[in-house]
């Protein structure tokens, strides 16, 4: 029986440097070499498998780069030593919800969900902090940000210290935010499924900046659009341009050219839009007319004119007006054959300009495009996607007072793109929930289409600064509230009321409408520090290497992260009577793939037969994969009575036993 420690792979997030090294070394053997100084990478042999040109240390090359960006690579890669602990006072629906809402450091929770979540996530879309010269900039640590963070957040003995700002006389006005953003979208991407996409919110004093960081990250090849969003439609005239937009940057995970069509046979139409499935975007029936009374209702002209030249589809159109003779554009060629043309124009479906006089259009009806929608255009205006001025609106009315938080996104804006990009049963992470509009829209979208999505939302409890005039309302709701003063709290409040009013609108929806809420927090396990003033102390305490404030709800999900499972999937419990009360009681996880005894004591009587209860037990499960057992490791009386129980469950087939 192998104990786990707070030093083991197990325990700790995935090590993705030690990841690439094995992938390089599985390709390229030659590559790795071994020494004194441990693994490491031959440039010369990488040059001779590729080419010498190809290889470079060198400075000048085209991309973006600044200081600390090697620092912030080294981050991203470093394994975490945090738990998540689970808080079900502040859950809704904690024994049925999908839904996760997770309090800390996101750097650390996306670090904490590389194994459960990894190609799993079909849409991230983030709102992160503008780089206005005021705002929060996420002060990493490299040694340990577990520690770090929980000194910032007032959660040590070491706290106190403010979370710092990126102002203007900082000299690092861009560097900060690159080195805050990088190591984050580094680990984001690994979440994503192959057919993901991300959506980024900006605007722009770093736009520019954005898109060559995702270009590094993502790759220049998968960017997919940079869509600007009307945010406000007021004017203000105390500037020189009154900037009414954002910009929605969407990149691919990996992205696929493929030729769109509409299949007008389906009726329940999903087509491809480059890398992701795309709903279509409703209609605008105000684009639609009716100039000549056409019995088949409104109608718009569309070119009728292709991309791409093939032979088959080029030929001249005469204008049976004018007897001009029409044919493609240079490099393009016509939608149709010619025999299809004349159907077409047989019946009364080609037009030629509204004077009859002009090159061939394709009548498109709208109660026969109507069920199909058409293409999203790179421009969301704030009609059809609400503004900044909607989304507080909405929070005003949830809260019932003043909005607790500055230019919310409004909830339309992210059910439209949720509805884009996603199907009915797809995973949306978002790790900058801020006021939590993210998790509002996703219920409401599953609301509309009888949906099944998932949301995981991550926010920092970030301090709400009374004396700050623009978080007074924040710091009156969260007082009003009798709850500690930080955007999270204020997070999970927005998704409870959110829950509530949907429910009382769609009594008869059945869905999701709750959320488990993790917060951050150092490992349950102790690591070896000694006090060589106290070390008789330090020797003692650390024979019981869990820490004595956790619970088994703590040890559990900390075996759900490190073994890569959903912190929502089911657990089932079991109770397996031993010599004394109270029983002893086993965890089922993933139908039986992990198997969970925390007693604090088993004595040398009841090993066989709670072996033998877990064999049973198992059995009857009949997971689908390899099953893990784990135990506690000071609850065996000695070395034999842990030596016994391994033995008789490695001969019933259950050969991987762990120890807390």
């Known amino acids: 029986m192998q104990k786990l420690t707070a030093d083991d792979p197990e325990t700790q997030s995935p090590d993705i440097a030690a990841a690439n090294l094995a992938a390089l070394r599985s390709l390229f053997p030659e590559l790795v070499t071994e020494g004194p100084d441990g693994v490491s990478v031959?440039?010369?042999?990488?040059?001779?498998?590729?080419?010498?040109?190809?290889?470079?240390?060198?400075?000048?090359?085209?991309?973006?780069?600044?200081?600390?960006?090697?620092?912030?690579?080294?981050?991203?890669?470093?394994?975490?030593?945090?738990?998540?602990?689970?808080?079900?006072?502040?859950?809704?629906?904690?024994?049925?919800?999908?839904?996760?809402?997770?309090?800390?450091?996101?750097?650390?929770?996306?670090?904490?969900?590389?194994?459960?979540?990894?190609?799993?996530?079909?849409?991230?879309?983030?709102?992160?902090?503008?780089?206005?010269?005021?705002?929060?900039?996420?002060?990493?640590?490299?040694?340990?940000?577990?520690?770090?963070?929980?000194?910032?957040?007032?959660?040590?003995?070491?706290?106190?210290?403010?979370?710092?700002?990126?102002?203007?006389?900082?000299?690092?006005?861009?560097?900060?935010?690159?080195?805050?953003?990088?190591?984050?979208?580094?680990?984001?991407?690994n979440l994503?499924?192959?057919?993901?996409?991300?959506?980024?919110?900006?605007?722009?004093?770093?736009?520019?900046?954005?898109?060559?960081?995702?270009?590094?990250?993502?790759?220049?090849?998968?960017?997919?659009?940079?869509?600007?969003?009307?945010?406000?439609?007021?004017?203000?005239?105390?500037?020189?341009?009154?900037?009414?937009?954002?910009?929605?940057?969407?990149?691919?995970?990996?992205?696929?050219?493929?030729?769109?069509?509409?299949?007008?046979?389906?009726?329940?139409?999903?087509?491809?839009?480059?890398?992701?499935?795309?709903?279509?975007?409703?209609?605008?029936?105000?684009?639609?007319?009716?100039?000549?009374?056409d019995p088949r209702g409104k109608w718009k002209a569309d070119p009728f004119d292709a991309p791409n030249l093939r032979e088959n589809l080029t030929y001249p159109i005469t204008n049976p007006k004018t007897g001009e003779q029409h044919w493609p554009p240079s490099g393009r060629c016509w939608r149709t054959e010619q025999p299809k043309y004349l159907e077409l124009l047989a019946d009364a479906r080609i037009v030629f300009g509204k004077t009859g006089d002009s090159r061939p259009q394709l009548k498109v009806f709208y109660e026969e495009k109507k069920m199909f929608g058409e293409v999203p255009t790179s421009w969301f205006d704030g009609a059809s996607y609400g503004t900044a001025t909607n989304g507080t609106q909405e929070l005003q009315t949830l809260f019932e007072s003043d909005s607790p938080f500055t230019f919310p996104k409004p909830t339309k804006l992210l059910q439209q793109i949720i509805r884009l990009t996603t199907r009915q049963d797809d995973l949306i992470l978002d790790f900058f929930a801020g006021s939590g509009t993210t998790g509002?829209?996703?219920?409401?979208?599953?609301?509309?289409?009888?949906?099944?999505?998932?949301?995981?939302?991550?926010?920092?409890?970030?301090?709400?600064?009374?004396?700050?005039?623009e978080q007074k309302s924040a710091v009156?709701?969260?007082?009003?509230?009798?709850?500690?003063?930080?955007?999270?709290?204020?997070?999970?409040?927005?998704?409870?009321?959110?829950?509530?009013?949907?429910?009382?609108?769609?009594?008869?929806?059945?869905?999701?409408?709750?959320?488990?809420?993790?917060?951050?927090?150092?490992?349950?396990?102790?690591?070896?520090?000694?006090?060589?003033?106290?070390?008789?102390?330090?020797?003692?305490?650390?024979?019981?290497?869990?820490?004595?404030?956790?619970?088994?709800?703590?040890?559990l999900s900390e075996l759900l992260l490190k073994f890569g499972l959903d912190l929502c999937v089911p657990i089932e419990l079991k109770e397996l009577a031993g010599s004394k009360k109270p029983a002893h009681e086993i965890h089922s996880i993933g139908g039986g793939s992990l198997l969970v005894c925390l007693s604090p004591a088993i004595p040398q009587t009841d090993v066989e037969p709670l072996a033998l209860g877990l064999v049973a037990w198992h059995k009857q499960l009949k997971p689908a994969g390899n099953t893990t057992v784990v135990f506690r490791d000071s609850a065996f009386v000695d070395d034999v009575a842990k030596t016994n129980l391994t033995a008789i469950l490695e001969q019933h087939g259950l050969k991987t036993v762990r120890s807390l």
């Not at 979540?117 to 340990?144: E, H, R, S």
């Not at 389906?266 to 007319?289: G, H, I, M, Q, T």
């Open 42 to 189: 031959n440039l010369d042999v990488l040059k001779q498998l590729v080419g010498d040109q190809t290889v470079t240390d060198a400075e000048e090359k085209y991309g973006l780069n600044w200081h600390g960006k090697r620092r912030a690579r080294q981050i991203a890669l470093t394994p975490s030593t945090g738990t998540l602990r689970p808080c079900s006072e502040d859950s809704v629906d904690w024994d049925t919800t999908q839904n996760l809402m997770i309090e800390g450091d996101n750097l650390e929770v996306l670090k904490l969900l590389q194994k459960s979540c990894a190609g799993k996530v079909k849409l991230i879309y983030i709102d992160p902090p503008y780089n206005t010269g005021k705002d929060f900039v996420y002060p990493d640590n490299f040694q340990d940000n577990v520690k770090n963070y929980l000194e910032l957040t007032g959660q040590t003995d070491d706290g106190g210290r403010k979370l710092s700002s990126n102002t203007e006389a900082s000299g690092r006005f861009h560097t900060d935010w690159l080195n805050m953003m990088y190591p984050r979208l580094k680990l984001a991407r």
């Open 192 to 293: 994503l499924r192959d057919d993901g996409v991300i959506f980024i919110s900006i605007d722009d004093h770093e736009v520019q900046n954005l898109r060559a960081l995702l270009d590094d990250v993502f790759g220049v090849e998968n960017f997919f659009a940079q869509v600007p969003w009307q945010s406000r439609t007021s004017v203000q005239n105390d500037t020189d341009f009154s900037e009414q937009h954002e910009y929605l940057v969407a990149y691919a995970r990996t992205r696929r050219n493929e030729h769109r069509r509409l299949k007008e046979s389906n009726a329940d139409l999903w087509f491809k839009l480059n890398s992701f499935a795309a709903y279509p975007v409703p209609l605008n029936e105000d684009r639609y007319d009716n100039r000549d009374n």
């Open 476 to 555: 009156e709701m969260c007082d009003k509230l009798k709850k500690p003063r930080t955007i999270a709290e204020l997070t999970k409040e927005r998704l409870r009321r959110a829950g509530t009013k949907i429910r009382d609108e769609n009594p008869l929806f059945a869905g999701d409408l709750g959320f488990r809420v993790f917060k951050l927090a150092s490992s349950n396990f102790r690591v070896w520090e000694p006090d060589r003033d106290k070390l008789a102390e330090t020797l003692e305490a650390s024979i019981e290497h869990i820490k004595a404030d956790r619970t088994e709800q703590d040890l």
């Open 440 to 469: 509002h829209a996703v219920i409401g979208q599953n609301v509309a289409d009888r949906g099944t999505r998932r949301f995981i939302l991550v926010q920092l409890p970030e301090k709400l600064d009374p004396t700050v005039a």
